[in-house]
């Protein structure tokens, strides 16, 4: 496919649960980020690769979430101890360098 | 610091325009916007540069105000296919195209 690829498009966990959610980004473009978006509200950064090292993760909330982009391409997020709290979209975005944000459908979490 | 949209939502008639408002209270490098429609991604639409010339995505323009860190989106003869959530989101400077975004401001266009 031409776009930016998500997995799983939905899920629901357990609070306490571990989840892991998959981004695989446009062939070529070497930026990914992670966003997170609540109902309503827009797009929350959370962390940014330029290659295969995370370059600004200043946005993760707090250590239960991490993300790795081992060979600079697929990334994963993951999120330990899953709350409530953490329901939302999570969205990947891939760029080439020129500004524009090629965004992906999203993950929809839902903790219960 | 999440840049302030105004209005938070507007509905309008098929052909009518409407503007919507973006202000940031940081510095700006750019400025960018995104249609979003429910369920859906969001979507590029245009970015203004800092020191750059008025943007046009069809009938949408947009103006970036860099003393006031203000940016604008005009809507002109709206189409039924403008609806949706429109989102400005900010890059301070050496932002690595690290957007912050507002929350957004919901248009619905009827006929």
């Known amino acids: 496919g031409a776009g930016v690829s998500q997995t799983p498009s939905n899920k629901v966990t357990e609070k306490g649960k571990y989840v892991e959610l998959r981004c695989d980004p446009i062939s070529g473009h070497t930026a990914l980020y992670w966003y997170r978006q609540s109902l309503g509200q827009g797009p929350e950064f959370l962390i940014y690769?330029?290659?295969?090292?995370?370059?600004?993760d200043s946005g993760l909330p707090n250590d239960r979430f991490f993300a790795v982009r081992p060979e600079g391409s697929v990334s994963t997020l993951k999120i330990q101890r899953t709350e409530r709290g953490d329901s939302a979209v999570y969205l990947c975005?891939?760029?080439?360098?020129?500004?524009?944000?090629?965004f992906g459908e999203g993950s929809r979490l839902t903790v219960l | 610091q999440q840049p302030v949209q105004s209005p938070q939502a507007v509905i309008l008639r098929e052909g009518e325009d409407a503007v919507i408002n973006c202000s940031s209270s940081k510095a700006l490098y750019s400025v960018h916007w995104y249609r979003q429609k429910h369920g859906e991604a969001p979507v590029f639409l245009m970015i203004?540069?800092?020191?750059?010339e008025q943007m046009r995505h069809e009938k949408i323009s947009a103006s970036f105000n860099e003393k006031k860190q203000q940016s604008s989106l005009y809507l002109t003869a709206s189409q039924l296919s403008y609806s949706g959530t429109y989102f400005c989101g900010t890059e301070v400077p050496f932002g690595n195209e690290k957007l912050t975004f507002g929350t957004g401001t919901r248009l619905t266009i009827i006929p």
């Open positions: 690769f330029q290659g295969t090292g995370a370059a600004d």
């Open positions: 203004l540069l800092k020191g750059g």
């Open positions: 975005a891939s760029s080439r360098g020129t500004g524009e944000l090629f």
